[in-house]
């Protein structure tokens, strides 16, 4: 049988024998790169190649790439399970020519591949050739066509138009027609009734596009227009998985030996069968497709969040928990569970599954858990909605989008839901509001490119940044406006710099461009794009054609440097504390203050915390110099015993950065000997995914100030105690005090109330048969009223009432005992007559009010008033 290992090796063999480079696929989570978030087809690795901005180091290359569609230009997620062709994670199979070969060879190997080494029944075969476009002006494509016709009768050729082969990177930049290979599964039957041509490109499981060859001979302008490209490549791309269906003869992809060990997992976990129903069918294939882009996305360094890729991943998270939860019956994590059964199946060819199999268990783990409890409350709050809408049966659309936005509950399963209990959903309503915010994201984030304007031809740009932080001779290659939203930027590309661009968590450059007549232009940024170094000015200089000098923001960049070394003495202290396991999973790196992101599974205690800054700054004083390598081969350094990060894309050379016993791969900028750090301060440890936590940590000066701070606050509080030598027990001891001075003060209040009380009740007079104390005197009214409640508690048959002035204001008070409350009486509306008089209000319970006011005059009145209302 073909195995699908057999079936990759065959052909990367097939183009290794025509000449070809055997290279590694690319992370399938794209770092440093502002337009795209992942990996979506085998040529992205190359992009740098075809716009020209690198040189190729092979003419011919082969490779197997991880690519992910979920995202962006191409989003394949809502057909993955339902079909049986398209996922969200697939390999895809490809060769490269880089100004080498072009159409004529493309197209024989092709056909070479397919029928003479993997022997596919030629009569099954179709291809598809670029008709031409009036539009773009231009022609068919009738090289490609002649070199079809050598293999295929005509009726197997057929003819596209702009919008199936013509294949563009993006609204500019290399483009080229493109000629697809498709093929035709169905039974013989079936082809004797219609013909395999009329089913090509008609989005049927069984006629299916397998080969896409793309001939890139253009250069798409920013204002539309066509230039032919210096140099020509070929850019192939084939579904492996899709290759593994035919040539093990099943009818979807999923049949093949790269999912079945995983489907059959599925159905053991869940107890249901896979082809039990067409629901368990697609949940199944849903499920089985997601984990592997799940698993290998957080492997590549991506974690779930709810930003940018990150919130990617968790989505296409939540589609699994969520159809398996629906129509498998899993109310627990699941997908977790399935992480063996990955590892099994892909393990040996991915051994970066393995090494984080805690890390990969415990984040989806997490995730899951909390996606289920977020199901739960969606759910309940369906059935609000359902019983808010329960005249009119259908749930609004804004009612769908807040569960859908802000809860991630999924459109589909609220309308399931609804469906369930004879609700409709007005998905009208919400169609719009997820187009505003597709606009809104949008807005947020669209840039406008104008074309570049070459001022000095191709030459390449080099960073000299490592050695100088100033240059002179530089030459400007080009520039370009860039517009996002309302701002304008200029950026500028020269043909050496000694600014750092924006990469591994270490921020870009900033500083100043001196053109030859002295005009100086701020460098506001440096960022990386497609491999060119681009320089974020303000404006254009006057004069590009003469040398410029560059200069980068010195003492800044010193920052950076102690900053980026920091992390890796942190990283190495956290080794020897908590253990190897420790890997970096992320780090940001300023002038300021730094964060170093890792995996650990528990909190990092304040002992181990300690511990790790006394080693790294006993690694400072130590003072150990930089010692690099830069064009080290991977096999030299990771030989020296260097830590190479998963999901990080190395080239044939890497720079390995030494400091004591710290080894790492890293292209950053650093302080040339540990002790210009001076000093390292951590400032907090925190967890940000299940498995992962985070420090924030000060070097040099930052630090220092750090510890001003504290040791100014401590000052001020010794200051505060005479400077005792022990200011803690001076601090315990106060406190202790206040607690006992506190406790003392309450029982001589209550003493003070009570002691008040019996005097209020001795002075008593008795008026038409009703106890009755009066009084008139300042006092505290918090105190009076807790006398007067102590009072109401032993009395009967007795009424007090009390005018006074506190403050310069008037006050009331009038308390009944409870037998006179159970009489009629009642204070809190009595009082109110009685505030009228000063011009005031208040209330409070049958049994004691309160009355504030403004009229302190009218008080002997407002007395006379209480004690009439009380007697009466
Ligand atoms: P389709 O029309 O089937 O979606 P496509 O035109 O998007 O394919 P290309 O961008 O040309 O495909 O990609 C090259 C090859 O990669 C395709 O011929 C196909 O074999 C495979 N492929 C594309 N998308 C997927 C996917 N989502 N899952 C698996 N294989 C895919
Ligand atoms: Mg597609």
């Known amino acids: 049988m073909n195995t699908a290992k057999e079936i990759r090796q065959r052909f990367l063999?097939?183009?290794?024998?025509?000449?070809?480079?055997?290279?590694?696929?690319?992370?399938?989570?794209?770092?440093?790169?502002?337009?795209?978030?992942?990996?979506?087809?085998?040529?992205?690795?190359?992009?740098?190649?075809?716009?020209?901005?690198?040189?190729?180091?092979?003419?011919?290359?082969?490779?197997?790439?991880?690519?992910?569609?979920?995202?962006?230009?191409?989003?394949?997620?809502?057909?993955?399970?339902?079909?049986?062709?398209?996922?969200?994670?697939?390999?895809?199979?490809?060769?490269?020519?880089?100004?080498?070969?072009?159409?004529?060879?493309?197209?024989?190997?092709a056909w070479e591949l397919l029928t003479e080494v993997y022997k596919i029944d030629k009569s099954k075969l179709y291809a598809t050739v670029f008709e031409g476009s009036a539009e773009d002006g231009t022609e068919m494509?009738?090289?490609?066509?002649?070199?079809?016709?050598?293999?295929?009768?005509?009726?197997?050729?057929?003819?596209?138009?702009?919008?199936?082969?013509?294949?563009?990177?993006?609204?500019?930049?290399?483009?080229?027609?493109?000629?697809?290979?498709?093929?035709?599964?169905?039974?013989?039957?079936?082809?004797?009734?219609?013909?395999?041509?009329?089913?090509?490109?008609?989005d049927n499981d069984q006629v299916i596009e397998i080969w896409n060859l793309v001939f890139m001979q253009y250069n798409r302008k920013a204002d539309g227009s066509l230039e032919p490209l210096p140099a020509k490549n070929i850019d192939t791309g084939m579904g492996f998985e899709?290759?593994?269906?035919?040539?093990?003869?099943?009818?979807?992809?999923?049949?093949?030996?790269?999912?079945?060990?995983?489907?059959?997992?599925?159905?053991?976990?869940?107890?249901?069968?896979?082809?039990?129903?067409?629901k368990t069918e697609v949940a199944m294939r849903v499920i089985a497709d997601h984990i592997r882009a799940i698993a290998f996305s957080i492997a590549d360094g991506q974690l779930p969040s709810n930003v940018k890729a990150g919130y990617v991943i968790r989505r296409i998270l939540r589609r699994a928990v969520r159809y398996g939860y629906t129509f498998l019956g899993f109310e627990e994590p699941f997908l977790c569970a399935l992480v063996p059964q990955l590892i099994k199946d892909m393990g040996e060819a991915y051994p970066?599954?393995?090494?984080?199999?805690?890390?990969?268990?415990?984040?989806?783990?997490?995730?899951?858990?909390?996606?289920?409890?977020?199901?739960?409350?969606?759910?309940?709050?369906?059935?609000?909605?359902?019983?808010?809408?329960?005249?009119t049966k259908s749930i609004p659309g804004v009612d769908a989008f807040i569960l859908y936005d802000t809860y991630g509950f999924p459109i589909d399963l609220t309308s399931l839901i609804a469906a369930e209990n004879g609700y409709t959903v007005d998905m009208d309503s919400f169609n719009v509001e997820l187009q505003k915010q597709k606009e809104r994201a949008r807005n947020a984030t669209a840039n406008e490119f104008g074309d570049?304007?070459?001022?000095?031809?191709?030459?390449?740009?080099?960073?000299?940044?490592?050695?100088?932080?100033?240059?002179?001779?530089?030459?400007?290659?080009?520039?370009?406006?860039?517009?996002?939203?309302?701002?304008?930027?200029?950026?500028?590309?020269?043909?050496?710099?000694?600014?750092?661009?924006?990469?591994?968590?270490?921020?870009?450059?900033?500083?100043?461009?001196?053109?030859?007549?002295?005009?100086?232009?701020?460098?506001?940024?440096?960022?990386?794009?497609?491999?060119?170094?681009?320089?974020?000015?303000?404006?254009?200089?006057?004069?590009?054609?003469?040398?410029?000098?560059?200069?980068?923001?010195?003492?800044?960049?010193?920052?950076?440097?102690?900053?980026?070394?920091a992390t890796h003495l942190l990283d190495n202290a956290l080794r020897q504390?908590?253990?190897?396991?420790?890997?970096?999973?992320?780090?940001?790196?300023?002038?300021?203050?730094?964060?170093?992101?890792?995996?650990?599974?528990?909190?990092?205690?304040?002992?181990?915390?300690?511990?790790?800054?006394?080693?790294?700054?006993?690694?400072?004083?130590?003072?150990?110099?930089?010692?690099?390598?830069?064009?080290?081969?991977?096999?030299?350094?990771?030989?020296?015993?260097?830590?190479?990060?998963?999901?990080e894309k190395y080239g044939d050379k890497v720079r390995v950065v030494k400091f004591g016993p710290s080894i790492e791969l890293c292209g950053g900028t650093h302080a040339s000997s540990t002790g210009r750090i001076g000093f390292f301060k951590i400032v907090s440890e925190s967890a940000i995914a299940a498995g992962v936590r985070r420090i924030e940590a000060l070097t040099g000066e930052a630090a220092e100030n750090l510890l001003d701070t504290v040791s100014d606050t401590l000052k001020g509080i010794r200051e505060m105690f005479n400077n005792v030598p022990d200011v803690t027990a001076a601090i315990t001891k106060m406190l202790s005090e206040n607690t006992d001075a506190r406790k003392k003060l309450e029982e001589y209040a209550k003493a003070k109330a009570a002691e008040f009380a019996k005097k209020l009740a001795d002075n008593s007079e008795k008026i038409n048969g009703i106890n009755i104390a009066t009084f008139?005197?300042?006092?505290?009214?918090?105190?009076?009223?807790?006398?007067?409640?102590?009072?109401?508690?032993?009395?009967?048959?007795?009424?007090?009432?009390?005018?006074?002035?506190?403050?310069?204001?008037?006050?009331?008070?009038?308390?009944?005992?409870a037998d006179l409350v159970a009489a009629g009486h009642n204070a809190s509306v009595d009082i109110k007559e009685a505030a009228k008089l000063i011009q005031g209000g208040g209330g409070g319970q049958p049994f004691l009010a309160t009355a504030g006011g403004r009229n302190t005059v009218a008080l002997k009145e407002a007395l006379d008033k209480l004690v009439e209302i009380a007697t009466r």
């Open 452 to 565: 570049w304007t070459i001022y000095v031809e191709g030459e390449e740009e080099e960073f000299l940044g490592y050695d100088n932080l100033e240059l002179s001779g530089v030459r400007l290659l080009k520039s370009r406006v860039v517009k996002q939203k309302n701002k304008t930027m200029i950026q500028l590309v020269f043909d050496k710099t000694p600014f750092y661009a924006e990469m591994g968590g270490q921020v870009g450059d900033t500083g100043v461009a001196v053109s030859a007549s002295g005009e100086e232009i701020h460098i506001l940024n440096t960022v990386k794009e497609n491999n060119l170094t681009v320089h974020i000015a303000e404006r254009v200089p006057e004069d590009c054609e003469g040398e410029f000098i560059l200069k980068v923001d010195g003492e800044r960049r010193l920052k950076i440097a102690a900053n980026h070394t």
């Open 352 to 391: 970066e599954l393995e090494k984080q199999r805690k890390l990969i268990e415990s984040v989806i783990r997490e995730e899951e858990l909390s996606f289920l409890r977020t199901l739960d409350r969606g759910i309940r709050m369906m059935d609000d909605y359902m019983a808010k809408n329960a005249d």
């Open 242 to 278: 899709r290759l593994c269906m035919v040539l093990q003869g099943k009818t979807s992809n999923y049949d093949t030996d790269i999912f079945s060990g995983m489907i059959a997992e599925i159905e053991r976990l869940s107890g249901h069968e896979y082809h039990e129903s067409a």
């Open 141 to 202: 494509d009738s090289e490609a066509l002649e070199a079809w016709k050598k293999h295929l009768p005509e009726d197997h050729i057929l003819y596209g138009n702009k919008h199936d082969n013509f294949w563009e990177m993006g609204d500019t930049g290399p483009c080229g027609p493109s000629s697809e290979i498709h093929i035709d599964l169905r039974t013989d039957e079936e082809i004797a009734k219609v013909p395999g041509r009329d089913m090509v490109n008609t």
């Open 13 to 109: 063999d097939f183009f290794e024998s025509k000449g070809h480079t055997v290279v590694p696929s690319a992370p399938m989570v794209v770092k440093n790169d502002p337009t795209l978030m992942f990996t979506n087809a085998g040529m992205n690795q190359f992009k740098d190649i075809f716009l020209g901005n690198s040189a190729p180091k092979t003419k011919r290359a082969t490779d197997s790439q991880k690519c992910l569609r979920v995202s962006g230009k191409h989003n394949d997620l809502e057909a993955v399970g339902h079909d049986g062709r398209h996922h969200t994670m697939f390999e895809m199979l490809g060769n490269w020519s880089f100004g080498d070969y072009f159409k004529e060879e493309a197209i024989s190997w």
């Open 776 to 817: 008139n005197r300042d006092t505290d009214p918090a105190m009076f009223r807790e006398a007067a409640a102590m009072l109401q508690k032993e009395v009967t048959n007795f009424a007090l009432a009390a005018a006074y002035e506190h403050d310069g204001k008037p006050q009331l008070l009038l308390m009944y005992s």
């Open 577 to 647: 504390v908590l253990g190897t396991h420790v890997e970096q999973k992320g780090s940001f790196v300023g002038p300021d203050y730094f964060r170093f992101d890792f995996s650990h599974f528990a909190k990092v205690t304040d002992e181990e915390l300690r511990k790790v800054e006394h080693i790294v700054n006993s690694m400072i004083r130590n003072d150990f110099h930089l010692e690099e390598k830069r064009d080290a081969t991977m096999d030299e350094a990771l030989g020296m015993g260097a830590i190479a990060l998963f999901g």
